[in-house]
Structure formats: structure tokens, C-alpha cells
């Protein structure tokens, strides 16, 4: 038992550089209490004294603001950051050395008996705010993205984000094609970064690649044109400026005020 509290308090150490020492973790950290409370729950559980396992459950999510329901099964080096919010529902299953930040629920969508919840395996990381929900799997060392809502099977070593959850990927490196028709339509490309796996970035990247290839198109008809003794005028794109899109405000009117829009000036 000591050796199941030394794990936890050096996964705390290990994960946490606000942690200074063991003293620190075991009188200050509400995701070690909450989880000390539910190791006792737990075995009471397991033993059929699951009244007692309740109330014990019960005065942990008041003394700490995390509830884990004494059901629900959670491996070595379990570390929950903050959590004030956090909800664990009674079939949830976790590995080891997985963290879960503020706010997680790791819920159900099913009000009938059996496996409910999520499955957690090995070294899965749960943003603040995310909600898993449903008696799926998430894979190991696959991260949920803060606030991110996730109804459906994560493969390992995956980074989910958004609402419903998606699986996103590391942006490749941007082409010169790219780079140049992101120039030429007078579009700051701020989202396309290989350090950022961003479905936006990727949406954009797939969205000048096809404007790419239009433009080599519309060139090739040009050509085809003028070869035929046709006029085609001038097929250059006209430059975007940041001006041209932002909203006129009187000068006299003290009350307005200068909104941009270049927000709205989808491609």
C-alpha cells in the first residue's frame, strides 16, 4: 500500500513543476486526496460494501471537488491536475500514468446496465474541460485536446480536439507551391505551421493546393486562347489589402468603432 502512495506522489513530482516535495503533494494536492480516498472506496467496493464505498466517495467529492465513483478502476500513477470539476464514472477504466487536468468527465450516454463509460489505457492525457464520453476506448498515449467532446474510439498515440472530437496530425512541411499561392491571393498564412496539428492548417494547406492547380489550369486555357487570336485580358489576381476590408467609421462618430473584417473574407 505505502509503495501504491510513494508511485503516486512521485507521479505527481514527476509531472508537476509546480510540486516541490512529498510533504507539498500529500497536504496540498486535491488529485492525491481524491485519489487516496478512492483506492479505500474501491476495495470496499470490490468487497460488497458498497454503501460505505459511496459515502466515502461521496465525502471525497466534497472535500475535493473531484468524484470518482467507487466502480470504476484506475491503474498506477494516476494524476489528476487541479481538479476541481473532474467526473469518473462507475464502469471507467483507467490505465497507468495517465493525467486528467480540470473538468474532465469521463461520462456515459447510455442509461442502461453494463460498460457505460470509457476505457483509458496507458499514458492517455485529458485536457482541461474534456469530455469523454460513451464505453469506448481511447488509446495509449493518446491526447484529448482541452474542451473537446469525444463520443467515439481514439487509436493510440492520437491528439483529438474540437467538438465532436477529430483526429488532427502533425502539419507537413508547406511547400513552395503552397507558400507562393498563399502570397499571391494576399493570404497570411498563420495557420499553416508544421508545429501546429491544426485541421484548420491542413483544411487551408488542401484548400491552396486546389487553387493551385485551378490557377495552372485557367493559365493553360489562357494560353490555349491567345494562341487561337483571343483576348484574355489580364489574368493576374488583383492584391488583397487589409484596408479593402475594414468597416468605414465616420470620423465626427465618437460611439463607433473600427471592426475588421478580414476574418469574414473567407477564401
Known amino acids: 500500500m505505502f509503495e501504491r502512495i510513494r508511485e503516486d506522489v512521485r507521479s505527481v513530482l514527476d509531472r508537476d513543476p509546480a510540486a516541490r516535495n512529498t510533504f507539498e503533494v500529500l497536504t496540498n494536492y486535491p488529485g492525491v486526496h481524491a485519489l487516496l480516498m478512492h483506492r479505500l472506496a474501491h476495495a470496499l467496493w470490490c468487497r460488497d460494501w458498497k454503501w460505505v464505498a459511496r459515502i466515502i466517495s461521496s465525502f471525497s467529492r466534497w472535500f475535493t471537488g473531484i468524484e470518482i465513483h467507487p466502480g470504476a478502476t484506475i491503474g498506477r500513477r494516476f494524476f489528476i491536475d487541479h481538479g476541481m470539476g473532474v467526473v469518473i464514472g462507475e464502469t471507467a477504466e483507467i490505465g497507468d500514468d495517465v493525467t486528467l487536468y480540470q473538468g474532465v468527465t469521463l461520462g456515459g450516454t447510455s442509461l442502461n446496465g453494463g460498460k457505460r463509460h470509457p476505457t483509458l489505457e496507458d499514458g492517455v492525457v485529458c485536457g482541461a474541460g474534456a469530455k469523454v464520453l460513451g464505453p469506448f476506448t481511447v488509446g495509449k498515449e493518446a491526447k484529448v485536446g482541452s474542451n473537446a467532446v469525444v463520443v467515439k474510439p481514439v487509436p493510440a498515440g492520437a491528439t483529438v480536439v474540437g467538438i ?97 473584417s478580414l476574418d469574414s473574407a473567407s477564401l
Open 164 to 260: 465532436p472530437g477529430r483526429i488532427v496530425r502533425r502539419q507537413p512541411v508547406v511547400g513552395d507551391a503552397q507558400q507562393e499561392v498563399a502570397q499571391k491571393i494576399g493570404f497570411d498564412a498563420y495557420a499553416i505551421t508544421r508545429e501546429m496539428p491544426d485541421p484548420t492548417a491542413h483544411a487551408i494547406n488542401a484548400m491552396l493546393d486546389h487553387i493551385k492547380a485551378v490557377d495552372a489550369r485557367f493559365e493553360a486555357l489562357c494560353c490555349t486562347l491567345k494562341e487561337k487570336g483571343v483576348d484574355c485580358g489580364d489574368i493576374s489576381l488583383p492584391e488583397l489589402r487589409r484596408e479593402d476590408f475594414e468597416s468605414v467609421t465616420s470620423a465626427d462618430d465618437s460611439e463607433a468603432t473600427k471592426e475588421s
